[in-house]
């Protein structure tokens, strides 16, 4: 069964600071695309930052140059540094992959977790 599990979620001020982290089990993780969204209130669920297994990394503009995703292989983890944190990236943020889970490896897919509350108060 696959799980991405994150955490790092939580309260901070305008300028802040935090550290997101999403732990993955039962997918072939060395070969996963893996991706941050966020979703606010009322809002459609956005892409934040993606990572491909090549370590190629992808951001939008609201985010660029604040926001840093990252990856550690040996511990199927996939991390986002978020700085200069704004009111307006309050949302819950979710960890996404795209690839293959152990138990069926032909075929690609698209894997979520449960998402993690960030709150940035002005």
């Known amino acids: 069964q696959v799980q991405l599990v994150e955490s790092g979620g939580g309260l901070v001020q305008a300028g802040g600071s935090l550290r997101l982290s999403c732990v993955a089990s039962g997918i072939i993780f060395p070969l996963s695309t893996m991706n941050w969204y966020r979703q606010a209130p009322g809002k459609q669920r956005e892409l934040v930052a993606g990572i491909t297994s090549g370590g190629g990394t992808n951001y939008p503009d609201s985010v660029k140059g604040r926001f840093t995703i990252s990856r550690d292989n040996a511990l199927n983890s996939v991390y986002l540094q978020m700085n200069s944190l704004k009111p307006e990236d309050t949302a819950v943020y979710y960890c996404?992959?795209?690839?293959?889970?152990?138990?069926?490896?032909?075929?690609?897919?698209?894997?979520w977790g449960q998402g993690t509350q960030v709150t940035v108060s002005s």
């Open positions: 996404n992959a795209e690839g293959r889970a152990l138990a069926r490896p032909l075929l690609v897919t698209t894997f």
